[in-house]
């Protein structure tokens, strides 16, 4: 391992590493809140180092390239450092670095293990960094494990049984989910004798096909179902979306606002590196997998949030029906291959699919964290999560009221926020690859959503404050919850509501710089140049 | 040479029968051990596909090996989240029933 080897994976050693600092501060200083500026101010170093490698990309050092791992790197074929990988990095950092920022007040009420909070995130997010870059099924594993692992626990965090229940859920499901990756894997390497994933597309190849069968073999067949079943848990998709509500409602919310952004955000980057990269001649059988998979989960996902009552929990149910519309934009970019006409359009046609899912991504999380960190800010005031208590929301607190609202609007999918330019994008190239039906289900599902986004918004601004404010919640929503009402002000977590926020309208008033910088990252990806 | 098919179907069989113990056990503990069952199968897997198949070159191919070694290492970190979790979840509710575990659902 040469040095520079350690530079190729510094953005994800410095992450861990940070991580580890953090807890070992907890052990040495009594000043908490030291915590949390260390780990915002630590975050510059992986931020640095990954502009670093995008300023050696981009040809500012010498010859621009298109993936900085050598050859004769020991990392060759497990690690691939290209554009697609630091847009992950990116998204991954600003995420930890906001959910971190609004988590300030929140940590402040626990009365112990604050380091452990900050360096499990930031070790997760190490392990998320690592799984965007990842192209061989062994650090694949271990990259999920390692984003997976730490927020189990986190979920598992309160001293609480709602807490200890969510953590439980999600540790048997992760737990089944990978056993079932694992066994894809196994299948997958049986049949390629690989375990990269340009030499699986090698090996798939070289091996003879039944032509009549999808996957042209049974083996490759319930592999890549396998496959797809544990990843849709990252995903939070259909099939493995039961957990996503009861995580939601019980874990800490700071955890569930990352969680429900980076965490879904880097396994789509997982998702269309395996689908490019080791399958590119197998377009169509993913196409009708993935459209499957998408039209299920937004129709679940939407069907079931109308009738939620906590906050947390219809959050849950919008995820899962948010990982359904991004999966259309996958479903899409898989038919470009061989569409109807065979030659796909070309002419950057070819990028458009992944490019929209990449942007939503961006965008969804901008609006997914201004949602989360409003709820945050008003469960340390109300100390409840049922939307019943929201009401005369904007009375009592104007700001939060207004930005939960626009975040609101925004997941609905109105103009001008980043997410409407994102629907537009994947729903055209949903029809431009032949998927109309996808793409009019699609936009059914946005009609219905908006019913049960802006339920919230006309309890928040029409009802009155309830009676007896947050005493009549305590009966149903635990009266262990870690967010005693305070009248104290918690201007950080504001500050990350107004960044947030921000962020969501810019990306709809301006899409264009943040477009083209998914554009360029999905040429990274092999698969896309044969297309 | 034992043909490669066999391990296969050991491997399968013991697959689904860590599966139907994820199903069909109330207790968590049993729950994660049906887990380390189907965890067991693929490492099978992954060895005998490893052993039968030549590699390139004159090396034989050690990555299904090596993938076990990593899903061992991995599977015992899991366990021992599981446990303190489980261990946890016992202290607040005095039981580790799965079907109990049921302060939220829909």
Known sequence: MSLHDLYLISPQLTMAGLGILVILLDLATDRKGWLAAAALLGLAAPLALTLVQLAQLTGIYGPALDNLTPASSILAPSLSVDRFGLFFNFLVITAAALVILASVDYVKGLTRLQGEFYGLLLLSASGMMLLASATELITIYVALELTTLPLVALAAFLMNARSGEAGVKFLIISAISSALTLYGMALIFGFTGSTSLEGIAAGLGQATAQPNLPFGSYALLVGVALLTVGIAFKLSAVPSHMWVPDVYEGAPTPVVAFLSVASKAVAFGLLLRIVYTAFPEMGPEWGILLAALAAVSMTVGNLVAITQSNIRRLFGYSTIAHAGYILVGVAAMSQTGAGENGVAGGGGFATFGPSSVLFYLAAYTAANLTAFFAIIAIGQRIGSDRIDDYGGMVRRSPFLAVALALALIALIGVPPTGIFVAKIYIFTAAVKSGLVWLAVLGVINSVISAYYYVKIIRVMFLQPIPEGGAETATGESGDEQPEAPTDQPSKLTNLAVALAALATVLLGLAPGPLLQAAESAVTALSGVALR | ?106
């Open chain 2, 1 to 106: 040479m034992v043909p490669l098919v066999y391990f296969q179907l050991l491997s399968a069989a013991l697959f689904i029968i860590g599966l139907y113990g994820v199903m069909a056990r109330r207790s968590a503990v049993l729950i994660i051990m049906s887990i380390e069952l189907m965890l067991n199968a693929v490492n099978i897997n992954l060895i005998a596909a490893a052993s039968h198949r030549e590699g390139w070159g004159s090396f034989v191919n050690f990555d299904g090996q090596i993938i076990a070694i990593f899903i061992i290492t991995v599977a015992a970190a899991e366990v021992g989240l599981a446990m303190a979790i489980i261990l946890r979840m016992y202290r607040n509710r005095a039981t580790v029933n799965v079907d109990e575990i049921d302060l939220m659902k829909w």
